[in-house]
């Protein structure tokens, strides 16, 4: 089992930025792979960021390439989600999620773990 735990969602205007955390407990993070995913009221669950377990291979959604950096520090048990230029679309509940294998995928219906979620709130 895996204990997942966000933190460092808010309030910001447009333009602004954020860092999102995950602390992770329960099993050895550098087995997990780890991913971002998020959802706005009235929509489905979307796919932001994923990582695999070394950092090397990382995957973004389009909404969040350019402005989005995903990172890890396997000593630390953490995975960050930077977020810059933060548009009020951006507005969601952010979820943090880990998968079972050191492979990342995009596919949210792949990971096992997930978090409570961290609120973001951009207003323009």
């Known amino acids: 089992q895996v204990h997942l735990e966000e933190s460092g969602g808010g309030l910001v205007q447009a333009g602004g930025s954020l860092r999102l955390s995950c602390a992770a407990s329960?099993?050895?993070?550098?087995?997990?792979?780890m991913g971002w995913f998020r959802q706005a009221p009235g929509k489905e669950r979307e796919f932001v960021a994923a990582?695999?377990?070394?950092?090397?291979?990382?995957y973004y959604a389009d909404s969040a390439k350019g402005r989005f950096t995903i990172s890890r520090d396997n000593a630390l048990n953490t995975v960050l989600l930077q977020m810059n230029s933060l548009k009020p679309e951006d507005t969601a509940v952010y979820y943090c999620?880990?998968?079972?294998?050191?492979?990342?995928?995009?596919?949210?219906?792949?990971?096992?773990?997930w978090g409570q979620g961290t609120q973001v709130t951009v207003s323009s």
């Open positions: 329960g099993r050895t993070f550098s087995n997990l792979a």
């Open positions: 999620a880990a998968r079972g294998s050191r492979f990342a995928t995009i596919v949210q219906a792949m990971y096992d773990y």
């Open positions: 990582i695999n377990w070394s950092g090397e291979n990382i």
